[in-house]
């Protein structure tokens, strides 16, 4: 197995027992040098309850993604070559627009879902749409494939930044349908049991009026909720937060009470070393999304600088700013942006496989205050089976075979997935183990 043990460490172990109990929280993690190996394994064996990997196979935690646009799945890729301001006008806004129409809306989540699984994301930190019936119908496909996710009704209502066609009539509708929302999540989740939070969701200060920024702000801690949004994106949206409050853009949201440990900001490209303290002192987290940032961040996110500060970070591809529902491609992205940090300038700029490992994992999952992320005791049974296709051919040094993981993996080559110990994801082939 391979698990992140730092930001800096990832940890692989051959030969281990990973036992699951019935709720689906890893009850132990037995190495082949422990007293009871044998017996357990045999005990195991005894009750049929023994899932053998084969070799050149890899157990891996599930991924946490923080960023994701559920409506936009279907034009991941489209118009990247845009700026960010006319890509919401002229391809984003029209496409959210369709989702009040909830046959569409299934439609597309179905689809997003499933493919989110089958990439090995076992968390899903969504913006909806503004329409309060289709983000029910997201909350209910996650809880029909089991993805563990957390859901907003996107708030947006200010005339001047959003469109006559897609925008909450009012603020005082944008709060109530909000509310709305978080209390069919939590009835939603009494009926069936599954992990579902409803999160705060202002789409970014540009977007929202005044009275909606205070009023979510409000909603957060009446209900003690998680809260996303946008902050520091690019250059254009600190301007515009300068121009409308004479403020940095996460002075702006914190002005709010929107800078909570439970809150986490998209992008965060141009935040300052003062922004960074703000987030540090807050405990907020920053979703890290690199494909996203090479089309409309204008710069690349600091990890190691926020890191350094204790400012909690996790991956996310922010479909569909950028293209790709694969974690896998992001973490690569995320090293290959790094570099160029560093080439241009900052020395310290540089990330490992071992740190992108640790942002998709144990990042996200502190971020959003679960315990996944880690195969040990006591942690969420969030698994992926991986299997390495140049295990013949390749150095099997640990090292290696993690480095391969992290640059090759494609979703062909994710076997199967879990969440809390239930699968979720099924790609076993006919000679699978063979
Ligand atoms: N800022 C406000 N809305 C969006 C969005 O949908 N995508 C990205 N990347 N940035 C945004
Ligand atoms: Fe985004």
């Known amino acids: 197995m391979v698990t992140s043990a730092t930001f800096d460490k990832a940890d692989f172990t051959p030969d281990v027992l990973i036992c699951v109990d019935q709720s689906g929280t890893i009850d132990r993690v037995i190495s082949a040098t422990d007293s009871d190996y044998q017996s357990v394994k045999q005990t195991a064996i005894s009750q049929d309850i023994l899932q053998v990997i084969p070799e050149g196979n890899y157990i891996l935690p599930g991924f946490t993604d923080l960023h994701i646009h559920a409506p936009q799945w279907p034009q ?11 890509w919401l006008n002229t391809y984003t806004f029209p496409l959210e627009s369709k989702f009040k129409d909830l046959e569409f809306a299934e439609k597309v989540y179905r689809s997003l879902v499933k493919e989110l699984l089958a990439n090995g994301t076992t968390t899903g930190l969504f913006f909806g749409s503004i329409h309060t019936n289709a983000n029910l119908i997201l909350a ?37 349908e909000t509310e709305k929302f978080i209390n069919q999540i939590f009835e939603l989740q009494k009926q069936t049991g ?7 969701t202002p789409r970014f200060v540009p977007s929202c009026t005044d009275e909606t920024l205070a009023g979510l702000g409000k909603l957060a801690k009446k209900y003690d909720l998680p809260i996303q949004s946008h902050c520091s994106e690019s250059i254009w949206e600190d301007q515009y937060a300068i121009d409308r409050f004479h403020k940095r853009d996460a002075e702006v949201l914190d002005q709010y009470g929107l800078l909570t440990d439970k809150a986490v900001m998209a992008h965060g490209t141009q935040l300052t070393d003062s922004d960074l303290d703000l987030f540090s002192q807050k405990q907020t987290a920053i979703a890290h999304c690199p494909i996203s940032n090479v089309y409309f961040g204008n710069s690349v996110m600091r990890v190691n600088d926020a890191h350094q500060k204790n400012v909690k970070v996790g991956m996310g591809t922010d479909i569909s700013g950028g293209f790709s529902p694969s974690i896998y491609r992001n973490m690569q992205q995320a090293i290959m942006s790094s570099q160029t940090l560093k080439d241009s300038g900052n020395d310290q700029a540089r990330i490992s496989a071992a740190n992108a490992f640790y942002l998709a994992t144990i990042g996200g999952a502190n971020a959003l205050h679960i315990q996944t992320g880690q195969i040990k005791p006591g942690y969420k049974a969030d698994l992926q089976i991986v299997q390495d296709q140049y295990f013949d051919i390749s150095s ?26 239930k699968l979720v994801h099924n790609n076993l082939g006919e000679d699978y183990g063979k």
Do not use: W
């Not at 209502?157 to 006559?164: A, E, G, I, L």
């Not at 599954?194 to 705060?200: D, G, S, W, Y």
């Not at 391969?404 to 969440?419: A, D, F, G």
């Open 76 to 86: 991941a890729g489209f118009a990247l070559d845009k700026p960010l301001y006319e």
């Open 140 to 176: 209910k496909v996650c809880a029909q494939f089991g993805q563990r996710a957390f859901i907003g009704k996107v708030a947006m209502d200010n005339p001047d930044q959003t469109p006559d066609y897609y925008r909450d009539d009012s603020s005082k509708e944008a709060l109530a």
């Open 194 to 200: 599954a992990e579902l939070t409803p999160v705060i």
């Open 396 to 421: 099997n040094q640990p090292q290696e075979i993690f480095e391969r993981l992290v640059y090759h993996t494609n979703k062909e080559n994710i076997k199967q997935v879990y969440v809390s110990g």
